[in-house]
Each structure stands twice: as structure tokens, then as C-alpha cells.
């Protein structure tokens, strides 16, 4: 069984990848703040941060961790991703962190065979300096680095954008890949499309996989070889579709007119865009044009329209469209739609994160305890 933690959680690609592969594994912990942000901001030298900390000064690490959530409370906000995340995988409340500035590894050192996650690109002010972990201080990506010298994962395997590899000249990549070297671990990077591994969706993220050097391994990590994508988007779609997710005259007509959506809105590509977090805002993102129900006509709220000589509907893709053509199957939605559709485009492909992991089973014995080859 491999013992899994995660942060920035999300909906929990990596445990969708998992279980569809058939491999057992338990949560040893996850963390996400669910979108509710505390005023904490690094570029005040951390003066709110450090407010926080006074309040957690002395706790016990039961104690600390209920008195953050008091505070993410205190926001008014729900923490929708714990909601969808407990309706999905098998966690107890322990095992669930709010914040990872103030999760403390060490006590999972040696406890933990994969550790997933990717923070958001931020440049590091102090870069040049030395190099090391300190240097990124002040940024979230710090904490995950942190998380990992703490825990001691056998493996970590961290995704981000693209535009991390060019961000700031280079320099926040430059710091990023010395740090995870810094901690004892043998990096490999690699650009991977979600479109070359069983998704009709084009999704470029760079993945970084790190494998503890403490482990003897006689065959190092190579990255997954691209497949040939055998669906197209319609392949993902619901067979029936309610009635509210259609749109009225003026989204269709947005929708369906290139000139004055410049781009922003695409119609039945067998290849989507990339599912992002405003997908279908404001008639954003990838959507479907099909030929009219009979009760269409009928209905006031939905528009008839013409598209490309014939009488058509427009449609907004459904949020389990989206989860499907993230790779996520059987999944219970539990949100709001506005909030679901956030939840999917801020996923990771899934069936990218299965082939990664197929290739770290290849060069690590994830479930060996002892984290041999």
C-alpha cells in the first residue's frame, strides 16, 4: 500500500490516478485552504503571517491546526475543495490540513512514499543569494520544499505551468530545480500535453519528479513516451443534458461569433482548450452547438438560433463533462456548478499523473517500506 500525502490538493487527481490503476494506498495527510485566502502578504515582511503565528505559539499540534481553521472561518467562506475531497476519498478530519505555511512535516518523516503537489509560480526577491531553500522564503513554494525535507518522501512529484520555466528571466525555475537538488533528490523535468496521453484536451504543464538519493535505484526515471489520442471530445459528453446549461440569444450569439469573442469561446472541437478555473464564466472556454430539441422552441429562455445554415442551440459544457475530460471518473460533485467547473480546471490530468506514476513504479518500489529498488 503506498502511503500518499498531497497539498494543494484540490479534488485529488493523483488518488482518481491511483485508484483507477487498482493500487491501494491510504491518505497520510492532505491540505488545501479551499480558496479562502487569509490577509497574509509576503511583501509586508510577513507581519500578518507572523500575527497568525503568535496565535499558534505554544499549541499542541491538535490545538494549532483547530485554531486555524477557527481562522479561515472566521472568513465566512466554506472550504468547498474538503467538501468535494471528503465525498470522494477515504480521510479523517486529523489527516485534513488548512494551510500549508503551518503544517508541520517532521512528524510524518519516513511516513510518507509519495508526496504530490504544485504551488503557485511566484519569483523569489532574494534570489542570487545562495541558492538554498531560504531563498524562497515568503513564497508558497518555499513551504512545499520545506514539506519535503521534513517528510523524507521516497518520491515527490510536483506540476506547475509552463511559464515557470521562463518566469522572471528563468530565475524562479533556476532557484526551484537547485532547491529540490539542495534536498537530496535526483530531479527530473519534463513539458507534458494532456492531449498525448488519452485526453482530448491540449494541456501543457511541466512536471517535476524527484526521487530520494538514498534509494538504490537500478534503473532511473525516465518520463512516459507519448500515445495516440483515440477520442475526441465528444466521446466525454453527457447523453442527456438538462435544460439550464443552455444558453439565451445574446450567449449564443457570443458564443457562435468568432469576430466578437476573439477567441475566448470555442465550439465542438474534438481537442479542447485547456479547462481553466473561469471556464464557462461569461461564455469563456470550450462549448457545444447542437441541433434543437422540439420543447427548444418552445422554451423562452433558450434561443434558436442558425449556425452554419442550420437551426442550432448552444450550450455551456456540463461539470461533469469537464471532470470527465480532466480524466476523473465516477466522481460525486457535491458544489455548486460555478464552483465545480473551478474545482476541474484547477485539477491535473489524470491519466497524465497514471502514466507518470506507471514510470516511477518502473525505477521505485513505492509500497516497499523499506524504499528499495
Not at 488518488?15 to 511583501?43: P, S
Not at 518522501?153 to 532557484?175: A, C, M, Q, R, S
Amino acid at each position: 500500500m503506498i502511503r500518499l500525502a498531497t497539498v494543494f490538493s484540490g479534488i485529488g487527481a493523483i488518488e482518481q490516478a491511483l485508484k483507477q490503476m487498482g493500487i491501494e494506498y491510504e491518505i497520510v495527510f492532505a491540505c488545501d485552504n479551499g480558496e479562502r485566502y487569509l490577509d497574509i502578504d509576503a511583501e509586508k515582511n510577513g507581519i500578518k503571517e507572523e500575527e497568525v503565528r503568535k496565535k499558534i505559539e505554544g499549541l499542541s499540534d491538535d490545538e494549532k491546526e483547530k485554531k486555524i481553521r477557527e481562522i479561515y472561518d472566521e472568513t465566512g467562506k466554506e472550504n468547498n475543495v474538503k467538501k468535494s475531497y471528503f465525498a470522494n476519498y477515504n480521510i479523517t478530519d486529523d489527516r485534513w490540513y488548512e494551510d500549508i505555511r503551518f503544517l508541520d512535516g517532521n512528524k510524518f518523516k519516513g511516513k510518507v512514499d509519495l508526496l504530490v503537489g504544485g504551488s503557485p509560480c511566484q519569483s523569489f526577491s532574494t534570489f542570487g543569494k545562495r541558492m538554498g531553500l531560504e531563498d524562497t522564503r515568503g513564497t508558497l513554494f518555499y513551504d512545499y520544499a520545506r514539506l519535503i525535507k521534513e517528510t523524507q518522501p521516497k518520491v515527490f512529484i510536483f506540476e506547475n505551468v509552463t511559464g515557470l520555466l521562463n518566469h522572471d528571466g528563468g530565475k524562479t525555475w533556476e532557484t526551484i530545480k537547485q532547491v529540490f537538488e539542495s534536498l537530496n533528490y535526483n530531479i527530473n523535468f519534463q513539458v507534458m500535453n494532456a492531449e498525448y496521453y488519452g485526453l482530448p484536451q491540449m494541456r501543457k504543464r511541466v512536471f517535476v519528479v524527484g526521487i530520494n538519493n538514498n534509494i538504490d535505484c537500478k534503473e532511473g526515471f525516465k518520463f512516459p513516451k507519448q500515445v495516440e489520442l483515440k477520442y475526441k471530445a465528444s466521446d466525454f459528453l453527457d447523453d442527456e443534458v438538462d435544460d439550464k446549461y443552455y444558453l439565451g440569444k445574446k450567449g449564443f450569439t457570443y458564443v457562435t461569433t468568432p469576430k466578437r469573442n476573439e477567441g475566448r469561446a470555442r465550439v465542438n472541437r474534438d481537442v479542447i482548450g485547456c479547462q481553466t478555473a473561469n471556464q464557462q464564466f461569461n461564455w469563456i472556454g470550450d462549448f457545444r452547438v447542437e441541433k434543437p430539441k422540439e420543447s427548444f422552441y418552445k422554451d423562452k429562455r433558450i434561443f434558436v438560433g442558425k449556425y452554419d445554415g442550420q437551426d442550432a442551440v448552444a450550450r455551456k459544457m456540463t461539470p461533469n463533462e469537464c471532470l470527465r475530460l480532466m480524466g476523473f471518473k465516477d466522481f460525486k460533485v457535491v458544489v455548486p456548478d460555478t464552483v465545480a467547473y473551478r474545482q476541474s480546471g484547477n485539477s491535473i490530468a489524470v491519466p497524465v499523473l497514471k502514466e507518470i506514476t506507471k514510470s516511477i513504479m518502473n525505477s521505485v518500489d513505492l509500497e516497499d517500506k523499506k524504499g528499495e529498488c
